[in-house]
Protein backbone atom coordinates (compact mmCIF):
# COMPACT_ATOMS: atom_id res chain seq x y z
CA UNK A 1 0.00 0.00 0.00
CA UNK A 2 1.33 3.26 -0.85
CA UNK A 3 1.60 5.61 2.23
CA UNK A 4 -1.03 8.03 3.19
CA UNK A 5 -0.05 11.90 1.77
CA UNK A 6 -0.81 14.76 3.75
CA UNK A 7 -1.13 18.13 2.20
CA UNK A 8 0.72 20.83 3.96
CA UNK A 9 -2.85 22.89 3.78
CA UNK A 10 -5.02 19.91 5.26
CA UNK A 11 -7.35 21.57 7.93
CA UNK A 12 -8.96 19.85 11.21
CA UNK A 13 -10.76 17.13 10.55
CA UNK A 14 -14.57 17.41 10.59
CA UNK A 15 -15.68 13.79 10.10
CA UNK A 16 -17.08 12.54 12.80
CA UNK A 17 -15.70 8.83 14.12
CA UNK A 18 -19.52 7.09 14.24
CA UNK A 19 -19.58 9.15 10.54
CA UNK A 20 -16.85 6.40 9.39
CA UNK A 21 -17.25 3.43 7.06
CA UNK A 22 -16.35 -0.06 8.11
CA UNK A 23 -14.00 -1.19 5.49
CA UNK A 24 -12.75 -4.49 5.89
CA UNK A 25 -8.83 -5.51 6.62
CA UNK A 26 -5.79 -5.47 4.49
CA UNK A 27 -5.21 -9.33 4.18
CA UNK A 28 -2.17 -10.51 2.99
CA UNK A 29 -1.62 -12.49 -0.18
CA UNK A 30 -0.66 -15.78 0.40
CA UNK A 31 1.48 -16.32 -2.40
CA UNK A 32 3.73 -13.50 -1.95
CA UNK A 33 7.13 -13.49 -2.02
CA UNK A 34 9.08 -14.49 0.68
CA UNK A 35 9.02 -12.15 3.44
CA UNK A 36 11.90 -10.06 5.97
CA UNK A 37 10.88 -10.42 9.46
CA UNK A 38 11.22 -7.11 11.94
CA UNK A 39 11.15 -7.49 15.29
CA UNK A 40 8.65 -4.27 17.03
CA UNK A 41 8.17 -3.90 20.57
CA UNK A 42 5.42 -2.53 22.44
CA UNK A 43 4.85 -1.48 25.82
CA UNK A 44 0.57 -1.20 27.39
CA UNK A 45 -1.28 -1.28 30.40
CA UNK A 46 -4.80 -2.43 30.14
CA UNK A 47 -6.05 1.27 29.81
CA UNK A 48 -3.89 1.86 26.46
CA UNK A 49 -4.50 -1.39 25.12
CA UNK A 50 -7.45 -0.04 22.34
CA UNK A 51 -4.65 2.31 21.41
CA UNK A 52 -1.71 -0.24 20.71
CA UNK A 53 -4.83 -2.58 18.91
CA UNK A 54 -5.05 0.58 16.77
CA UNK A 55 -1.54 1.23 16.43
CA UNK A 56 -0.90 -2.59 15.26
CA UNK A 57 -3.57 -2.23 12.66
CA UNK A 58 -1.99 0.61 11.16
CA UNK A 59 1.27 -1.09 11.07
CA UNK A 60 0.20 -3.94 9.78
CA UNK A 61 -2.29 -2.43 7.37
CA UNK A 62 0.47 -0.68 5.51
CA UNK A 63 3.38 -3.23 5.48
CA UNK A 64 4.91 -4.09 2.40
CA UNK A 65 3.99 -7.73 0.61
CA UNK A 66 7.55 -8.63 1.60
CA UNK A 67 7.37 -7.71 5.15
CA UNK A 68 6.21 -9.70 8.16
CA UNK A 69 6.16 -8.14 11.80
CA UNK A 70 7.34 -10.06 15.15
CA UNK A 71 5.14 -8.21 17.44
CA UNK A 72 6.63 -8.61 21.34
CA UNK A 73 4.17 -6.66 23.55
CA UNK A 74 5.43 -5.63 27.23
CA UNK A 75 2.98 -5.63 30.09
CA UNK A 76 2.94 -5.33 33.64
CA UNK A 77 0.58 -8.31 34.15
CA UNK A 78 -1.65 -10.48 31.39
CA UNK A 79 -4.59 -9.28 29.82
CA UNK A 80 -7.61 -10.69 30.21
CA UNK A 81 -8.23 -13.63 27.97
CA UNK A 82 -10.85 -12.27 25.79
CA UNK A 83 -8.48 -8.91 25.20
CA UNK A 84 -5.31 -11.55 24.34
CA UNK A 85 -7.50 -13.13 22.00
CA UNK A 86 -8.71 -9.95 20.31
CA UNK A 87 -4.52 -9.48 19.39
CA UNK A 88 -3.97 -12.56 18.70
CA UNK A 89 -7.17 -12.58 15.85
CA UNK A 90 -3.85 -10.32 14.30
CA UNK A 91 -2.68 -13.18 13.25
CA UNK A 92 -5.13 -14.82 11.01
CA UNK A 93 -6.21 -11.73 9.33
CA UNK A 94 -2.59 -10.90 8.33
CA UNK A 95 -0.76 -14.21 7.73
CA UNK A 96 2.97 -13.94 8.54
CA UNK A 97 2.18 -11.87 12.00
CA UNK A 98 3.28 -13.25 15.27
CA UNK A 99 2.36 -11.75 18.35
CA UNK A 100 3.76 -12.81 21.43
CA UNK A 101 3.10 -11.10 25.24
CA UNK A 102 6.09 -10.67 27.90
CA UNK A 103 5.12 -10.06 31.05
CA UNK A 104 8.07 -7.58 32.36
CA UNK A 105 8.16 -7.86 36.67
CA UNK A 106 10.38 -4.76 36.85
CA UNK A 107 9.51 -0.75 37.85
CA UNK A 108 6.80 -1.61 40.20
CA UNK A 109 8.52 1.18 42.27
CA UNK A 110 8.87 3.74 39.55
CA UNK A 111 7.32 7.16 39.84
CA UNK A 112 6.03 8.62 36.59
CA UNK A 113 6.39 11.98 36.26
CA UNK A 114 4.47 12.91 32.80
CA UNK A 115 1.03 12.81 33.66
CA UNK A 116 -0.02 10.80 30.04
CA UNK A 117 2.82 8.21 30.63
CA UNK A 118 2.42 5.45 32.41
CA UNK A 119 4.94 2.64 33.96
CA UNK A 120 5.26 0.19 31.38
CA UNK A 121 6.81 2.77 29.20
CA UNK A 122 10.08 2.06 31.12
CA UNK A 123 9.62 -1.50 29.65
CA UNK A 124 11.97 -0.53 26.80
CA UNK A 125 14.55 -0.23 29.08
CA UNK A 126 14.94 -4.24 29.57
CA UNK A 127 14.45 -4.66 25.68
CA UNK A 128 18.55 -5.70 25.28
CA UNK A 129 17.90 -8.35 27.87
CA UNK A 130 14.41 -9.27 27.12
CA UNK A 131 15.26 -10.36 23.92
CA UNK A 132 18.75 -11.82 24.23
CA UNK A 133 18.20 -13.38 20.29
CA UNK A 134 18.03 -10.26 18.66
CA UNK A 135 20.20 -7.71 17.18
CA UNK A 136 18.19 -4.67 16.99
CA UNK A 137 14.49 -3.99 17.23
CA UNK A 138 11.73 -0.98 16.63
CA UNK A 139 10.20 0.36 19.54
CA UNK A 140 7.17 2.05 18.88
CA UNK A 141 4.78 3.94 21.32
CA UNK A 142 0.76 3.24 21.69
CA UNK A 143 -0.16 6.78 20.82
CA UNK A 144 1.31 6.40 16.90
CA UNK A 145 -0.34 5.06 13.54
CA UNK A 146 2.08 3.74 10.87
CA UNK A 147 1.47 4.83 7.69
CA UNK A 148 4.33 3.18 5.27
CA UNK A 149 6.09 -0.21 5.63
CA UNK A 150 8.95 -0.04 8.61
CA UNK A 151 11.67 -1.73 6.29
CA UNK A 152 13.25 1.60 5.40
CA UNK A 153 13.51 2.10 8.99
CA UNK A 154 14.73 -1.35 10.12
CA UNK A 155 17.02 -0.87 7.54
CA UNK A 156 18.85 2.04 8.73
CA UNK A 157 22.56 1.41 9.89
CA UNK A 158 23.12 1.56 13.68
CA UNK A 159 26.05 -0.60 13.97
CA UNK A 160 28.35 2.30 15.58
CA UNK A 161 24.61 3.56 17.55
CA UNK A 162 23.05 2.36 20.45
CA UNK A 163 19.91 4.16 19.11
CA UNK A 164 18.20 5.96 15.62
CA UNK A 165 15.22 8.46 16.38
CA UNK A 166 14.12 11.68 15.26
CA UNK A 167 15.19 14.55 17.69
CA UNK A 168 12.68 15.96 20.40
CA UNK A 169 12.95 19.76 19.25
CA UNK A 170 12.29 21.73 22.31
CA UNK A 171 14.23 20.10 23.80
CA UNK A 172 17.17 21.51 21.57
CA UNK A 173 16.53 24.70 22.81
CA UNK A 174 17.61 24.41 26.62
CA UNK A 175 20.86 25.45 27.85
CA UNK A 176 24.07 22.76 28.36
CA UNK A 177 23.71 24.04 32.36
CA UNK A 178 20.63 22.34 32.29
CA UNK A 179 21.51 19.51 30.66
CA UNK A 180 24.47 18.31 32.90
CA UNK A 181 22.71 19.10 35.83
CA UNK A 182 21.02 15.84 34.70
CA UNK A 183 23.96 14.16 33.19
CA UNK A 184 23.87 15.56 29.97
CA UNK A 185 26.59 17.13 27.94
CA UNK A 186 24.08 19.23 26.05
CA UNK A 187 20.57 18.75 24.19
CA UNK A 188 21.81 18.82 20.97
CA UNK A 189 21.34 15.20 20.40
CA UNK A 190 18.22 14.21 22.96
CA UNK A 191 15.84 12.76 20.61
CA UNK A 192 11.78 11.84 20.88
CA UNK A 193 11.67 7.79 22.23
CA UNK A 194 8.54 7.11 20.86
CA UNK A 195 10.14 5.98 17.67
CA UNK A 196 13.38 3.94 17.74
CA UNK A 197 15.74 1.48 15.86
CA UNK A 198 17.53 -0.28 18.88
CA UNK A 199 21.00 -1.80 18.57
CA UNK A 200 20.27 -3.93 21.32
CA UNK A 201 23.08 -6.24 20.54
CA UNK A 202 25.65 -3.20 21.15
CA UNK A 203 23.52 -2.26 23.94
CA UNK A 204 24.41 -5.69 25.95
CA UNK A 205 27.94 -5.43 24.86
CA UNK A 206 28.35 -2.28 26.84
CA UNK A 207 26.25 -3.24 29.87
CA UNK A 208 23.53 0.20 29.04
CA UNK A 209 20.63 -2.29 31.15
CA UNK A 210 22.55 -1.97 34.01
CA UNK A 211 22.76 1.78 33.61
CA UNK A 212 19.01 2.00 32.74
CA UNK A 213 18.24 0.11 35.95
CA UNK A 214 20.48 2.66 38.09
CA UNK A 215 18.75 5.59 36.65
CA UNK A 216 15.61 4.28 36.78
CA UNK A 217 15.27 4.89 40.87
CA UNK A 218 15.77 8.63 40.32
CA UNK A 219 13.12 11.03 38.96
CA UNK A 220 13.38 12.80 36.01
CA UNK A 221 11.09 15.48 34.02
CA UNK A 222 10.50 13.50 30.90
CA UNK A 223 10.98 9.79 32.72
CA UNK A 224 13.21 7.26 30.89
CA UNK A 225 13.22 9.20 27.90
CA UNK A 226 15.34 11.46 29.73
CA UNK A 227 17.28 7.70 31.05
CA UNK A 228 17.69 6.89 27.32
CA UNK A 229 19.36 10.31 26.18
CA UNK A 230 21.71 10.41 29.35
CA UNK A 231 22.78 6.79 28.58
CA UNK A 232 22.79 6.65 24.97
CA UNK A 233 24.08 10.11 24.35
CA UNK A 234 27.48 9.25 22.52
CA UNK A 235 25.61 6.59 20.32
CA UNK A 236 22.38 8.46 19.01
CA UNK A 237 21.88 9.03 15.35
CA UNK A 238 19.01 11.30 14.14
CA UNK A 239 16.47 10.34 11.61
CA UNK A 240 14.32 12.84 9.32
CA UNK A 241 11.16 14.01 10.73
CA UNK A 242 8.85 11.83 8.65
CA UNK A 243 10.12 8.44 10.91
CA UNK A 244 8.49 10.31 13.62
CA UNK A 245 5.85 13.66 12.86
CA UNK A 246 4.68 14.68 15.86
CA UNK A 247 1.35 16.67 16.16
CA UNK A 248 2.97 18.51 19.52
CA UNK A 249 4.98 20.74 17.28
CA UNK A 250 1.72 21.38 14.97
CA UNK A 251 2.63 19.95 11.81
CA UNK A 252 -0.86 20.72 10.14
CA UNK A 253 -0.32 24.01 9.86
CA UNK A 254 3.05 25.51 7.77
CA UNK A 255 2.54 28.84 9.90
CA UNK A 256 1.99 26.67 13.17
CA UNK A 257 5.00 24.69 12.90
CA UNK A 258 7.42 27.16 11.45
CA UNK A 259 6.60 30.15 14.05
CA UNK A 260 7.87 27.62 16.70
CA UNK A 261 12.01 29.02 17.42
CA UNK A 262 12.37 24.65 18.43
CA UNK A 263 11.19 23.93 14.64
CA UNK A 264 13.69 26.57 13.12
CA UNK A 265 16.47 25.27 14.83
CA UNK A 266 15.99 21.45 13.85
CA UNK A 267 14.72 20.98 10.50
CA UNK A 268 14.69 22.17 6.95
CA UNK A 269 11.80 22.81 5.29
CA UNK A 270 13.01 20.08 2.54
CA UNK A 271 13.17 17.95 5.55
CA UNK A 272 9.05 19.08 7.17
CA UNK A 273 7.72 18.61 3.40
CA UNK A 274 9.03 15.27 3.34
CA UNK A 275 7.47 14.33 6.19
CA UNK A 276 4.34 15.90 5.35
CA UNK A 277 4.23 14.44 2.21
CA UNK A 278 5.04 10.60 2.90
CA UNK A 279 5.38 10.28 6.74
CA UNK A 280 6.21 7.20 7.90
CA UNK A 281 4.76 7.46 11.55
CA UNK A 282 2.60 10.32 12.69
CA UNK A 283 3.15 10.51 16.87
CA UNK A 284 -0.19 11.95 18.78
CA UNK A 285 2.88 12.98 21.26
CA UNK A 286 0.68 15.34 23.28
CA UNK A 287 -1.98 15.63 25.55
CA UNK A 288 -4.87 15.71 22.97
CA UNK A 289 -5.24 12.18 22.00
CA UNK A 290 -7.60 11.72 18.94
CA UNK A 291 -9.94 8.69 21.50
CA UNK A 292 -10.73 10.95 23.47
CA UNK A 293 -10.74 14.37 20.72
CA UNK A 294 -11.76 13.79 17.43
CA UNK A 295 -10.69 17.04 16.27
CA UNK A 296 -7.35 16.26 17.28
CA UNK A 297 -4.61 16.81 14.30
CA UNK A 298 -4.45 13.81 11.95
CA UNK A 299 -7.35 11.88 14.02
CA UNK A 300 -8.81 10.95 10.75
CA UNK A 301 -5.91 8.59 10.57
CA UNK A 302 -6.41 7.33 13.93
CA UNK A 303 -9.95 6.76 13.21
CA UNK A 304 -9.41 4.94 10.10
CA UNK A 305 -7.37 2.29 11.48
CA UNK A 306 -9.41 2.35 14.76
CA UNK A 307 -12.45 1.30 12.59
CA UNK A 308 -10.01 -1.11 11.28
CA UNK A 309 -8.91 -2.91 14.34
CA UNK A 310 -10.98 -5.65 16.41
CA UNK A 311 -11.47 -3.82 18.91
CA UNK A 312 -13.52 -0.99 16.52
CA UNK A 313 -16.97 -1.50 18.18
CA UNK A 314 -15.82 -0.64 21.47
CA UNK A 315 -13.55 2.32 21.01
CA UNK A 316 -16.35 3.53 19.06
CA UNK A 317 -18.92 2.74 21.88
CA UNK A 318 -16.62 4.14 24.35
CA UNK A 319 -15.59 7.39 22.07
CA UNK A 320 -19.65 7.77 22.63
CA UNK A 321 -20.19 7.04 25.70
CA UNK A 322 -17.26 9.57 27.15
CA UNK A 323 -18.64 12.49 24.60
CA UNK A 324 -22.48 11.86 26.51
CA UNK A 325 -20.29 12.09 29.92
CA UNK A 326 -18.37 15.53 28.59
CA UNK A 327 -21.70 16.91 27.60
CA UNK A 328 -23.52 16.25 30.59
CA UNK A 329 -20.77 17.10 33.16
CA UNK A 330 -20.33 20.45 30.94
CA UNK A 331 -23.79 20.91 31.72
CA UNK A 332 -23.92 19.85 34.92
CA UNK A 333 -20.56 21.76 35.68
CA UNK A 334 -22.21 25.26 34.18
CA UNK A 335 -25.49 24.73 36.79
CA UNK A 336 -22.78 24.35 39.52
CA UNK A 337 -21.17 26.99 38.82
CA UNK A 338 -24.40 29.03 38.44
CA UNK A 339 -25.97 28.01 41.58
CA UNK A 340 -22.50 28.82 43.55
CA UNK A 341 -22.72 32.46 42.41
CA UNK A 342 -26.05 33.06 43.47
CA UNK A 343 -25.58 31.48 46.99
CA UNK A 344 -21.98 33.94 46.56
CA UNK A 345 -24.56 37.11 45.99
CA UNK A 346 -26.47 35.77 48.78
CA UNK A 347 -23.69 35.85 51.36
CA UNK A 348 -22.41 39.09 49.87
CA UNK A 349 -25.48 40.82 50.21
CA UNK A 350 -26.09 39.25 53.89
CA UNK A 351 -23.19 40.30 55.44
CA UNK A 352 -23.81 44.03 53.97
CA UNK A 353 -27.16 44.21 55.54
CA UNK A 354 -25.23 42.40 58.72
CA UNK A 355 -22.62 45.12 58.37
CA UNK A 356 -25.35 47.65 58.04
CA UNK A 357 -27.55 46.79 61.42
CA UNK A 358 -23.84 46.64 63.50
CA UNK A 359 -23.04 50.16 61.85
CA UNK A 360 -26.80 51.95 63.41
CA UNK A 361 -26.22 49.95 66.43
CA UNK A 362 -22.63 51.45 67.13
CA UNK A 363 -21.80 53.79 69.89
CA UNK A 364 -20.19 56.42 67.24
CA UNK A 365 -23.64 56.11 65.16
CA UNK A 366 -25.36 56.93 68.37
CA UNK A 367 -23.37 59.50 69.67
CA UNK A 368 -23.19 61.00 66.03
CA UNK A 369 -26.53 61.27 66.28
CA UNK A 370 -27.15 63.52 69.58
CA UNK A 371 -23.99 65.34 68.27
CA UNK A 372 -26.40 66.70 65.63
CA UNK A 373 -29.72 66.54 66.59
CA UNK A 374 -30.01 70.30 68.03
CA UNK A 375 -28.55 71.61 63.85
CA UNK A 376 -31.29 69.51 62.64
CA UNK A 377 -33.65 70.52 64.74
CA UNK A 378 -32.76 74.59 64.16
CA UNK A 379 -32.34 73.44 60.18
CA UNK A 380 -36.05 71.89 60.46
CA UNK A 381 -37.43 75.13 62.23
CA UNK A 382 -36.33 77.80 59.48
CA UNK A 383 -37.69 74.56 56.41
CA UNK A 384 -41.40 75.13 58.17
Not at 5 to 10: E, G, I, M, Q, R
Not at 238 to 249: E, I, S, V
Request: proline content about 6%; hydrophobic content about 40%; charged content about 25%.
Amino acid sequence: MAPHKLAVSDHAPTTRPQDLELPQPRVANAQAEQTRTIPVAMAADLNYARPLAVTITSLLENAAPATSYDLRILVAEEYPEAVRQQFQSFEARYPGTTVTFVVVEAFSEVTVSTSHLTVPTYFRLELPDLFPDLDTIIYLDSDIVVESDLGELYGHDVEDAYVAAVPAATYHLRGDEVAQKMGLPSFRRYINAGVMLMNLRRMREDGLVERFMELSTQEFDSDDQDIINIVCYDGIHHLPLRFNLMTKYGPKSFEDFWSRPATRLVWTTAEYEEAMRSPVVIHFADKRKPWIDAGADFAERWWHYASLSPMGAEIMSAYLSGAVETAAGFTTGLRTRLRNRVVHLEHELEGREKALEATLRSVTFRVGSLVTAAPRRIRNSIKR
